[in-house]
């Protein structure tokens, strides 16, 4: 039985070695563009598709990650992001099957018999059971914009000019106007913004929060740390960092940076969890006495997260902390990573 790395090796030249354009992905073997035509005698015919392929260490034994690079209408496919339900290829993958399987049988099925009962795009699976006819125009539509043979370097992070190289659910983010971003204007996949809390003990701080994106997003979760100190227990007090479990355990790529600061971490401030701690004072004290676990928190936001006076941040603080210490174990920021100061 060959190694799972040989059959690596030997999976992607079969692909390269077929008649479907294939572009790896910084010159590896691990991440893949492939052109997809849609299958003949589906709505999807004559659209063309990149889609970017992602092997797992386990492969062949782990199904690869697919998703859609420029915009289709199907009920499994998420619209914005591009990502595939995963019970399209998981429930049925098995190391017998390989990547011209994914493209000459997974991709074609997903196309020819999409399953609108267990939907990523609710509009699609919607308008599907209700008007197949309209369904299927729209299809075609979508096709044409975003999938036209020849014209496909319109993708998902570069189809609209005012945003360009900037992935749509990023984009949605950059422009929502709860939030002020301090951008470091050169690598989007490191920048910082404030939030504040309506309720609880934290109401009333401000902090600023250092998020980056991992290549693989949206499949995998942006990492994140508090850039000024905070007093909670999944919060380690001098990095910022967060405990991964908040995030990791329930992330999905149908999530966006969005639900990141409107759900997982008004909730993590709402509801600390003192029995997985990274900050283990503060777990205590909020066991122990809750009342001056909460008085602490409000010293704090008073001394360190005052609106409009944030500009002293645990990196400022801490020089000794660097930049690859986030989320996984510390982060903070250095002065070249931000290309100007925000004013809350």
Same mark, same amino acid.
């Given at each position: ?86 019970? %399209?290829?998981?429930? /049925?993958? =098995?190391?017998?099957? !390989?990547?011209? #399987? ?7 099925? &997903? $196309? ?122 999944? %919060?380690?007090?001098? /990095?910022? =960092?967060?405990?991964? !479990?908040?995030? #990791? ?7 966006? &940076? $969005? ?86």
């Amino acid at each position: 039985m060959s190694s799972p790395s040989k059959r690596r090796e030997m999976d992607v030249m079969k692909l390269m070695m077929s008649d479907y354009v294939v572009e790896p992905i910084n010159d590896g073997i691990n991440e893949l563009n492939v052109e997809f035509n849609g299958p003949k005698e589906s709505p999807y015919e004559g659209g063309v598709w990149k889609i970017r392929v992602e092997l797992p260490d386990a492969y062949p034994y782990k199904s690869p990650s697919i998703g859609f690079l420029n915009r289709i209408f199907h009920p499994n496919v998420d619209e914005l992001s591009g990502s595939v339900c995963l019970d %399209v290829i998981n429930q /049925s993958w =098995s190391p017998m099957f !390989d990547l011209l #399987n994914v493209f000459e049988v997974f991709l074609p099925q &997903l $196309l020819l018999y999409p399953n609108p009962s267990d939907p990523l795009n609710g509009d699609a699976a919607s308008l599907m059971i209700k008007d197949k006819e309209q369904y299927e125009k729209k299809v075609k539509e979508y096709c044409e914009l975003y999938a036209k043979k020849g014209d496909i370097s319109g993708t998902l992070s570069d189809s609209e000019d005012d945003h360009k190289g900037v992935d749509p659910k990023l984009y949605n983010f950059l422009t929502c106007n709860s939030y002020l971003l301090d951008l470091h204007l050169r690598v989007l996949h490191n920048y910082k913004y404030c939030i504040t809390l309506a309720t609880g003990p934290y109401e009333g701080g401000v902090w600023k929060i250092r998020v980056e994106l991992p290549d693989a997003y949206p499949y995998k979760s942006p990492s994140i740390g508090f850039l000024n100190r905070i007093f909670h227990p999944n %919060v380690d007090e001098l /990095s910022g =960092s967060v405990c991964l !479990d908040v995030i #990791n355990q329930s992330w999905s790529p149908m999530f966006d &940076l $969005l639900n990141v600061f409107e759900v997982f971490l008004p909730q993590l401030l709402l509801y600390p969890n003192p029995s997985d701690p990274l900050n283990g004072d503060a777990a205590s004290l909020m066991i122990k006495d809750k009342e001056q676990y909460e008085k602490k928190v409000k010293e704090y936001c008073e001394l360190y997260a005052k609106k409009g006076d944030i500009s002293g941040t645990v990196s400022d603080s801490e020089d000794d902390v660097s930049d690859d210490d986030i989320s996984d174990g510390r982060s903070e920021s250095s002065e070249e990573d931000v290309a100007a100061s925000a004013d809350p």
